[in-house]
């Protein structure tokens, strides 16, 4: 996976050869110079291979860019003399994008519509610099690191931090489908959407929908393969990941490698479903089973390479499964991250369904049943006590109910923060960017917008950041199919009532599919690569030294109370290891990362 970086302006006292070849050393970035001292990267593709691709450049602008088989470099540049910002209509698949306009003094950055690629861009005192890596922008003349408070408080609200924050403070980081333009060094940046998802409320017929969602899905498969060399696919046993298998199987008509991720723990290891996908679609299953060794090994490692502290633990079997690949010669893997964000998958989504029926019982009713809930002494009562927690979750809306559950919301805040960084943030921005990005869409239902939030916060940010950087670090390239631009054009056509049919998830991917994926998998709940990590930290005694140690030195920065850490430990000594477990290892990662960086 091929990187971008460069920078508009004058760097302090910098030679800018020098400056190019440290940014370049940064996982392969590629970048154009000239001897004005402008700097301009371009358009990053969605394969390693750029050589259809390259540098062009003429008086009007600057365009680089690596091959996505729709558009070249020369392209590009008449496309965007010809229709300016309309040329974003015309990339598709995974992007980054740097363009300068010489004749209108203007510097374009933008992102593909999934988020795929990730954007960096830093305000130095006569420069703007981006890159597709943060460590490539720490490589410039004059770089500050001055984490933000903000951030250190969102990451402990997210487990990652959601662009377009980023840990720094003068840093930001691109939204899905977002453009930037400059008019300048020192003019503010216009930001702007070039593209929603296309939601459409109404109806359709299953016939119709089912048969162009079967056309499509071993097109979208088969782009993602193709030219990337030896191809394997990610198996977790989920409904994605043996989609693009089976279809990744039959494209090939041969047996193709898979790669399944187990753990030794009781409730946590789906090795069984992957193996049943495997003899289902007779691929070559390859199988590694991630020990507590494993993540003591890895967490530096992990840690260090992200750009910014990432809490997701998934991360670490997802690197242990890409590396498994990589030392096997595989030179790309395909990926089923984002079906449930376009198809209606994630669990909460049919815990949410039942929540909103609340709001469709008449007023007087709701009243009668409020007050009969809080008749004295009915309280004890089992079915009481459940009828009271559901009817106060249904009276928090939208999306503020989704964090509910969250650390920081069911504890106060001045028992977890030291009062110094508390004073110092805003408390109500991380539900403020929740909020305005599940009303930001045109549609009114809920099932989209929930999607709508899940596929920024939730793929974008979280899990795209955690394979990406997960495989990066392995030295392995990674597509997702399912994040095909047609495939999110179709995904948003899909009726509402369709994707979730009241609590049953994906409705419309299981029913257009149940003829290709084995029962057991159509059946089965949502799992995923899960980590035991909250019973490996309390069992594994060198885990447990490993987050003894980083909560030590965390507890000297001014972060988080040091009366709630021993709390938190506390109880992750007992019975709830797995629960309390998860703050524990965000703790973690953020001192490992604060430490190597």
Not at 155 to 184: C, D, E, N, W
Request: proline share 5%; hydrophobic share 45%; aromatic share 10%.
């Amino acid at each position: 996976m091929k990187g971008i970086c460069g920078w508009l302006g004058e760097l302090p006292e910098a030679a800018s050869g020098a400056v190019l070849d440290a940014m370049l050393g940064v996982d392969g970035a590629v970048a154009s110079a000239e001897p004005t001292g402008v700097r301009v990267a371009g358009f990053q593709g969605g394969v390693t291979d750029a050589s259809a691709g390259g540098v062009h450049e003429d008086d009007d602008g600057a365009v680089l860019l690596s091959d996505t088989g729709c558009m070249t470099a020369a392209d590009a540049a008449d496309r965007y003399r010809r229709d300016g910002e309309g040329l974003l209509n015309g990339l598709h698949g995974p992007f980054a994008l740097a363009l300068l306009d010489r004749r209108r003094g203007r510097l374009l950055l933008a992102v593909d519509r999934a988020g795929v690629r990730g954007l960096y861009v830093v305000y130095g005192k006569g420069y703007i610099g981006f890159a597709t890596r943060l460590a490539a922008l720490r490589r410039m003349p004059g770089w500050v690191s001055e984490v933000g408070d903000q951030a250190l408080f969102e990451y402990l609200y997210f487990h990652m931090i959601p662009s377009p924050g980023t840990i720094y403070t003068r840093v930001t980081k691109l939204l899905p489908a977002q453009l930037l333009s400059f008019a300048g060094v020192g003019a503010p940046a216009t930001a702007r959407f070039y593209w929603h998802m296309p939601y459409r409320d109404g109806r359709a017929r299953f016939a119709d929908l089912r048969r162009d969602f079967r056309r499509l899905l071993p097109q979208v498969v088969g782009d993602a393969g193709a030219g990337s060399g030896r191809v394997g696919c990610f198996l977790s046993g989920g409904t994605d990941s043996s989609s693009v298998s089976g279809t990744w199987r039959q494209l090939q008509g041969t047996p193709v490698p898979t790669y399944s991720i187990g753990f030794d723990a009781e409730g946590f290891d789906e090795m069984e479903y992957a193996r049943i996908a495997a003899r289902h679609f007779d691929t070559r299953p390859r199988e590694y089973y991630v020990t507590a060794q494993d993540v003591v090994d890895a967490v530096p490692a992990v840690a260090a390479f992200c750009d910014e502290p990432f809490g997701n633990a998934s991360i670490v079997p997802a690197y242990l499964c890409a590396r498994f690949a990589r030392d096997d010669g595989i030179d790309a893997m395909l990926a089923g991250d984002g079906g449930d964000e376009v198809f209606g998958g994630n669990a909460r989504y049919a815990n949410q369904w039942l929540f909103e029926q609340y709001g469709r019982v008449p007023g007087p009713l709701r009243a009668l049943l409020e007050a009969a809930v809080a008749v004295p002494g009915l309280a004890a009562l089992p079915p009481v006590r459940k009828a009271r927690s559901y009817i106060a979750q249904a009276k928090i809306p939208l999306p503020d109910r989704f964090e509910t559950y969250n650390f920081l919301h069911r504890t106060a805040l001045a028992d977890i923060f030291e009062p110094e960084l508390l004073a110092r943030v805003d408390t109500a921005a991380p539900l403020a960017k929740l909020r305005e990005v599940y009303r930001r869409t045109a549609s009114e239902l809920a099932i989209n917008r929930m999607m709508h939030l899940d596929l920024k916060i939730t793929l974008a940010d979280n899990d795209l950041r955690k394979v990406n950087q997960a495989c990066q670090l392995a030295g392995i390239d990674v597509r997702y199919p399912l994040l095909d631009d047609r495939m999110l054009a179709f995904a948003a056509s899909v009726p509402p009532a369709m994707q979730l049919k009241r609590t049953r998830l994906r409705w419309f991917f299981k029913q257009a599919l149940k003829d290709f994926l084995p029962a057991a998998i159509i059946g089965k709940r949502k799992h995923g690569f899960g980590l035991p990590v909250g019973l490996w930290m309390r069992d594994y005694p060198p885990l447990a030294a490993l987050r003894r140690d980083s909560i030590a030195s965390l507890k000297q920065r001014g972060i988080v109370r040091a009366d709630y850490i021993d709390w938190i430990e506390q109880q992750h000594q007992g019975e709830h290891a797995s629960y309390f477990g998860v703050f524990l290892w965000i703790l973690v990662m953020l001192e490992q990362w604060l430490d190597s960086h």
